[in-house]
T-cell receptor
Framework: KQEVTQIPAALSVPEGENLVLNCSFTDSAIYNLQWFRQDPGKGLTSLLLIQSSQREQTSGRLNASLDKSSGRSTLYIAASQPGDSATYLC?????????????FGSGTQLTVLP | SQTIHQWPATLVQPVGSPLSLECTVE??????LYWYRQAAGRGLQLLFY??????ISSEVPQNLSASRPQDRQFILSSKKLLLSDSGFYLC???????????FGPGTRLTVL
């Protein structure tokens, strides 16, 4: 059974810092990996999607990497801003099953201090 | 891109009352649809998924049920709510092939 772990559970940084969020998964047979952002009381916003054949994806100040063989992904946020404060969730999609379900980590709660 | 609508946004219900949460999707056809629950301080738990009209798969045993009466409509129901059903319910949609999932705004359910 796939298990997804995110470390740290919470992170507080001053504005302007570059930071890395970590995600690890136990079963390397994945279809893709998706990073989401969740603001308090809101739904999930998809940030980046990395296919299993890819090593990284970039969107603006965000860069996500994937090392499938070691079961790891990182989300790099450059020049952090207070507006980046949110919970960041990592989810992997397995190969088995027609619906290709997502397995989520518990998230990293990020606070960027002005 | 897909847009997912959920209602109601918030709901407070007594124990033992029925439940009906609705999710509709725009911008795609024949999507895979999902219901998740997010309890306080915990990750997202997949409850149900559907690959087509009338096709429902359950991930966890519980007193909830799901139905898909139309291609882009997904309903979560219960005949009698329990205290443990409180949580944040999220509907998600993925286009055929399930490459990327998009989420709705969620429904906050409080069972008293």
């Amino acid at each position: 059974k796939q298990e997804v772990t995110q470390i740290p559970a919470a992170l507080s940084v001053p504005e302007g810092e570059n930071l890395v969020l970590n995600c690890s998964f136990t079963d390397s047979a994945i279809y893709n990996l998706q990073w989401f952002r969740q603001d308090p009381g809101k739904g999930l916003t998809s940030l980046l999607l990395i296919q299993s054949s890819q090593r990284e994806q970039t969107s603006g100040r965000l860069n996500a990497s994937l090392d499938k063989s070691s079961g790891r992904s990182t989300l790099y946020i450059a020049a952090s801003q207070p507006g980046d404060s949110a919970t960041y969730l990592c989810a992997v999609r397995g190969i088995a099953g027609s619906a290709r379900q997502l397995t989520f980590g518990s998230g990293t709660q990020l606070t960027v201090l002005p | 891109s897909q847009t997912i609508h959920q209602w109601p946004a918030t709901l407070v219900q007594p124990v033992g009352s029925p439940l009906s949460l609705e999710c509709t999707v725009e911008g795609t056809s024949n999507p895979n649809l999902y219901w998740y629950r997010q309890a306080a301080g915990r990750g997202l738990q997949l409850l149900f998924y559907s690959v087509g009209i009338g096709q429902i798969s359950s991930e966890v045993p519980q007193n909830l049920s799901a139905s898909r009466p139309q291609d882009r409509q997904f309903i979560l129901s219960s005949k009698k709510l329990l205290l443990s059903d409180s949580g944040f319910y999220l509907c998600a949609s993925a286009a055929g092939g399930g490459v990327e999932q998009f989420f709705g705004p969620g429904t906050r359910l409080t069972v008293l």
